[in-house]
């Protein structure tokens, strides 16, 4: 009997929203391929527990941002095979089962596969945070991504090997990561995916969009532009 795949989940959090990462954290370890779950907890004055099992907590002296997190993240992670996943989203049952037992996963030419701003449903905002549901006979629909630029939601969930999971420069902290690891894949000759009907509901963005975070982005924005040709 082949091992059974083993997946690390990393998901950074500055509490935005408790209920929808209780419940997202829920599903997840619900799946039998995720193995751990690493949240990197960047509130580091506002102590978070979980009593799942499977979830480590890491939290830094500082708020990391997003980027370095993931560095973090991905340096702490025990398995090869890795995702990066949003706080504020919420997905099918087995959706990392689904991904990571793909032929698209496990093809050696693969870089990264993420979500896509075609494919998602906002959360309502009645409070009402029900998890999405498909059939047993679902399956995903990969397609290429061409473009490191102008990929929307395509980073709320990000699957894939260690190795192609390339250190974030430090002076990007909050956004353009995602394009910098969907890049680095690029010129390295792997061939990055979306899933065109991903199972996803998202918040979108209820800690990047708050004001108190606007001056890094502004920074972001500015350093990004030396790391694209």
């Known amino acids: 009997m082949p091992n059974r795949i083993k997946l690390s989940i990393i998901i950074p959090t500055v509490q935005k929203c408790l209920r929808i990462l209780d419940q997202l954290t829920s599903t997840l370890v619900r799946d039998e391929v995720v193995d751990e779950i690493i ?107 061409e473009n490191h630029l102008g990929t929307g939601d395509w980073g709320i969930t990000i699957f894939g090997k260690r190795q192609n999971f390339y250190k974030i420069p430090e002076d990007i902290k909050i956004i353009y990561g ?11 000759g792997y061939s990055n995916y979306y899933i065109a009907n991903a199972p996803i509901l998202h918040m979108h963005s209820p800690s990047s969009a708050s004001s108190e975070f606007s001056h890094v982005i502004h920074s972001d924005i500015k350093e990004q532009a030396k790391y694209f040709k």
């Open 178 to 188: 995602d394009n910098y690891l969907l890049y680095q894949n690029k010129l390295n």
């Open 39 to 145: 949240i990197i907890n960047n509130l580091p004055d506002n102590k978070l527990e979980f009593s799942k099992d499977k979830i480590r907590i890491i939290t830094p002296e500082k708020n990391l941002y997003v980027n370095a997190s993931w560095n973090l993240g991905v340096k702490e992670a025990k398995n090869d095979n890795i995702a990066l996943i949003n706080d504020d989203i919420l997905i099918c049952n087995d959706f990392c089962s689904m991904v990571v037992n793909s032929s698209i996963f496990n093809n050696q030419k693969t870089g990264l596969i993420g979500g896509t701003n075609r494919t998602l449903k906002n959360i309502p905002s009645d409070g009402v945070y029900p998890i999405p549901q498909v059939d047993n006979k679902y399956n995903l629909d990969f397609r290429i991504l």
